[in-house]
Nanobody
Framework: VQLQASGGGLVQTGGSLRLSCAAS????????MGWYRQALGKERELVATITAGGSTKYADSVKGRFTISRDHAKNTVYLQMNSLKPDDTAVYYC?????????WGQGTLVTVSS
């Protein structure tokens, strides 16, 4: 079982990106899923989480700009990022409780130019 993240890239300030993270393999259950990010020289931080029931939480720095969602049928979690700022530049990682084990995706780079 693995998580595969995609959707990163280079975007200008004010632009949008949509990240995807799909669980593949023998997936029997998926509970909480989330997105984290790590900027160069900084610690990894929580961006957003979503429970199996759809409850969401966001870091204060992204509230009102980012939206986390999930598609249970596709075992996929998304992060819609709008009004991007240079401070959002980081490697974004997805995380999920898959078959009751925590897994991390490989990370996808988001670069926001000023």
């Amino acid at each position: 079982v693995q998580l595969q993240a995609s959707g990163g890239g280079l975007v200008q300030t004010g632009g949008s990106l949509r990240l995807s993270c799909a669980a593949s393999g023998s997936v029997f259950s998926i509970n909480d899923m989330g997105w984290y990010r790590q900027a160069l020289g900084k610690e990894r931080e929580l961006v957003a989480t979503i429970t199996a029931g759809g409850s969401t939480k966001y870091a204060d720095s992204v509230k009102g700009r980012f939206t986390i969602s999930r598609d249970h049928a596709k075992n996929t979690v998304y992060l819609q990022m709008n009004s991007l700022k240079p401070d959002d530049t980081a490697v974004y990682y997805c995380n999920g409780l898959i078959n009751r084990y925590p897994l991390w995706g490989q990370g996808t780079l988001v670069t926001v130019s000023s």
